[in-house]
């Protein structure tokens, strides 16, 4: 469907990442957004707060980042589309209630203002440390979809193409924005509300009675859904549970949920694979990147390019699921990849295990703080290709 | 009497049982456990109360009274511990049309999520909160809470409890709650009276239930059973409708001060956001959930 108009600041604007971002939600159809003050998160629930009266729905300040990020839950089981925003600090506060939207199939995008950690660390610079912990923080096994943006266009277009991953699988999206990227004022064209596609939530058209919360079928592992108010008397539980939504603790009914959980997005994976590739076709080293560090990444790809070297660029859009059949594919016809990203490392796993030693992986990791110099990447690019 | 026991000629089916989820019973509560006697209560005063069950929802954090809200015939939520709460918060503010009913025991609403009851309280966030207080952690097998009274022994303080305990009408009355009450599962008409009074009130409402814990907290304490702790409720509860709070403090095995204690009026969050919003920014304020709710998109 198209996007409601009344969310819609069509025109050209200059505008930094995280007001983007804020645009983006509203015009994906968001309408509640809980949220607690985090440098460098904050402007985007500040204009969201300043927005929301003119638009229809409410913005709530919460106690802190736990409430929020159940309170937005609640919002969907009322009806609405949701967001929560926030940086490392209260990421980690909101772990638990990852595993809550995962395991009740609650729609939800969590933005991710990333600053370095560990702990407070440096605030409030950028860094691209929380791609793991989103992945693996909640306990218990889980999948979740991930989407980087490295500029405020792509904060406005990409958020609503998370909004629209959440409608469709019924998980948790995590919108990992950086310091930079949040900061960072560009140009920013928002469409005409009939050019935006919107993803609607896939109620269900059966009576009450007939509905089963989480029954699905095998060529569709999403379930319909209904909000509360409307005469189905649900029953939704963070405990392991069967189809009607009800708490069943035995073994078979754990795996049957958890394989569930699990295959919706694998078994989708081809689906959710969003790289952007740039003259990778018979490149000997190809950079990986995503978010801000692809924008470094640039630089030190045309500087050895100007060289001589066959140097592609991978970037990913999408980072969870992890596009690992087509990182296998690419390692029989490259030399070597390179992995500049603003943590020690993280990401790079997740490449070094689909690639399992075939071709040479470069990490090129850093602390964070502010973003790579172009040589050091080049310099990475220089070795690889020896 | 039928092969199943039950009696065809004798209409003798349980009253409340068209509130409940009756594929769910039997529940797992313990044999004299309170929790049971304040849902029966809660029961009829939904059953009474005359608002349209499908626009009344639950919900519960964990523990023994968190196994609420999966056993009413409601909307139902049964979320993660201690954050009912601000779960309710999105529910209400979502949907204005639901009356939401927060269903939870002493542990989950003010120790881990105590500061959510505290805020909720100061917003006036229009909800009913239920706290069951059985004076210990059940689920888990009987540790000290914010409701423990001085003396008595638990797991965790396995020579007595030496921490000052919560006085809880008094927190709720201190934070701006609009209606607050106590009563014990003895008292279960005033109880479902209060219950029924509450579903019917806009604003934070509190109603703290007294519980025994025969299981856990009584045969520790060489308490007796159930009925002995029903008999102490009978003997020590002194009825003090507009007590103040203050003096409502629980001691262990003493005088209990029940009652309606706070029946006031506050603007809710929701209205408060509503009249501020349309002075501060005119026409272009859109008004929210003021029609029975549903604004926005889906």
């Known amino acids: 469907m198209k996007a409601d108009s009344s969310g819609v600041l069509t025109g050209v604007h200059f505008m930094d990442g995280d007001h983007a971002a804020c645009e983006g939600a509203l015009a994906a159809g968001c309408r509640f957004v809980a949220g607690y003050p985090i440098t460098p998160s904050t402007e985007v629930v500040e204009r969201f707060a300043a927005r929301i009266p003119k638009v229809g729905g409410v913005f709530i300040q919460m106690e802190d980042e736990i409430a929020s990020s159940i309170a937005i839950q609640g919002a969907v089981w009322g009806g609405k589309k949701v967001m929560s925003v926030t940086s490392g600090p209260g990421l980690s506060l909101m772990m638990e209630h990852i595993g809550f939207a995962v395991c009740t199939e609650t729609p939800s995008v969590w933005v991710d203002v990333q600053r370095c950690g560990p702990s407070t660390g440096l605030p409030t610079q950028p860094a691209q440390h929380d791609m793991q912990q989103i992945k693996w923080g909640s306990h218990g096994d889980y999948e979740i979809i991930a989407i980087s943006p490295n500029s405020p266009q792509e904060c406005f277009d990409l958020m609503i193409k998370a909004f629209n991953l959440s409608e469709t699988y019924r998980c948790p999206v995590f919108f990992m924005m950086d310091e930079v990227v949040g900061h960072m004022t560009e140009r920013v064209e928002i469409p005409a509300a009939d050019k935006i596609e919107v993803t609607p939530r896939k109620f269900t058209t059966k009576a009450p009675g007939e509905f089963k919360m989480y029954a699905t079928t095998p060529d569709d592992l999403v379930p319909e859904m209904v909000k509360a108010g409307d005469g189905y008397r649900i029953h939704t539980t963070g405990l392991t549970h069967d189809e009607r939504g009800y708490p069943l603790m035995t073994v078979a009914v754990q795996q049957k ?130 | 009497m039928n092969e199943c026991g039950e009696y065809k000629d004798l209409d003798i089916q349980n009253p409340v049982l068209k509130v409940l989820r009756q594929d769910r019973i039997p529940h797992i509560w313990c044999p004299g456990c309170g929790i049971g006697t304040s849902l029966n209560c809660f029961a009829r005063a939904l059953m009474d109360c005359g608002l349209n069950l499908d626009k009344v929802a639950v919900v519960s954090g964990i523990g023994c009274t968190g196994r609420t809200a999966g056993y009413l015939n409601l909307d139902s939520f049964h979320t993660t511990h201690g954050r009912a709460i601000p779960f309710a918060t999105g529910l209400k503010l979502s949907n204005p049309e639901l009356s939401v009913v927060v269903y939870s025991g002493d542990g989950d609403l003010f120790a881990i999520g105590g500061n959510h009851f505290f805020h909720a309280a100061r917003r006036n966030m229009d909800l009913l909160v239920v706290c069951v207080n059985n004076y ?84 520790r304490n060489k308490l007796g059973d159930g009925v002995d702790q029903m008999k102490y409720y009978k003997e020590k509860s002194v009825i003090k409708n507009g007590a103040d709070t203050k003096e409502a403090v629980l001691t262990f095995q003493g005088e209990i001060i029940v009652g309606k204690f706070i029946d006031r009026e506050r603007p809710t969050w929701l209205d408060s956001m509503n009249k501020h919003l349309s002075v501060a920014l005119g026409d272009s304020f859109v008004p929210y959930g003021t029609n029975g709710g549903d604004n926005g998109q889906n």
């Open chain 1, 257 to 386: 949920m958890m394989t569930r959980l699990i295959d919706k997005i694998k078994r989708n994976a081809h689906k959710l694979v969003d790289v952007r590739m740039d003259n990778c076709e018979g490149a000997d080293i190809v950079v990986v990147s995503y978010g801000i560090t692809s924008r470094i990444a640039h630089a030190a790809i045309d500087e050895a390019r100007a060289k001589g070297l066959k140097v592609g660029h991978a970037r990913l859009i999408i980072c969870w699921p992890f596009p690992e059949a087509l990182f296998r594919e690419m390692a029989s016809k490259v030399k070597a990849f390179v992995f500049p990203e603003l943590n020690m490392g993280q990401m790079v796993r997740e490449l070094n295990r689909a690639v399992v030693g075939k071709v040479k992986v470069v990490s090129v990791p850093h602390a964070g703080g502010t973003v790579h110099e172009p040589n050091t990447i080049l310099n990475a690019i220089m070795e690889a290709a020896q």
């Open chain 2, 136 to 219: 210990t952690y059940g689920m888990t097998g009987g540790q000290v809470a914010p409701t423990t009274p001085l003396g008595p022994t638990q797991t965790t303080m396995p020579y007595g409890n030496f921490e000052q305990s919560f006085n809880l009408p008094f927190v709720a009355d201190a934070c701006g709650a609009t209606y607050v009450a106590r009563w014990t599962a003895y008292h279960v008409r005033q109880l479902a009276k209060a219950m029924n009074e509450a579903l019917l009130k806009k604003g934070l409402r509190f109603i703290e239930v007294l519980c025994p814990c025969p299981t856990l907290y009584s045969r």
